[in-house]
């Protein structure tokens, strides 16, 4: 995935994110892009505290596709993923993560929020301790305040 696909994927997600938002949920959004780079086979936006964008949408993809084929698939995200959300899309067999922002970029503007008590371990700290080759590509620090931007109002306002 080139620079372009990466974070024109990335604005897409940070839509679904603040459609998300919209509904009262937490703004996070992912996508699920193809081999090719371009097609996005499936967005999901947080639905709640359990149910992150990042795992309900690696869950889908695994309900819907071989793990081959998801070997090969991205799953672009707004924010990094938190430990719940990259075990899941390491046992969907998915291939790639690409996030916008990381974790402790939430955690530098949310605080110890009690919804959202990030966790402090990196989704390449997780991965490291699997059995296969995750690639991993953020944060895209171009980024980052476009990211950040659905959460100011959000999180101050909860």
Known sequence: MNVDQIQKHLLRANEVAMRAAGMGRHPFGALLVAPDGETVLAEQGN?????????TLARQAADN???AYLARCTLVTTFEPCAMC???LYWANIGRVVYGASETDLLAMTGNHEENPTLSLPCREVLARGQKAIEVIGPVPEL???MLAPHRDFWAAR
């Open 65 to 67: 596709w071989p793990g």
């Open 86 to 88: 990259t075990g899941t």
């Open 144 to 146: 980052t305040e476009e």
């Open 47 to 55: 639905i709640d505290t359990v149910n992150h964008a990042e795992s």
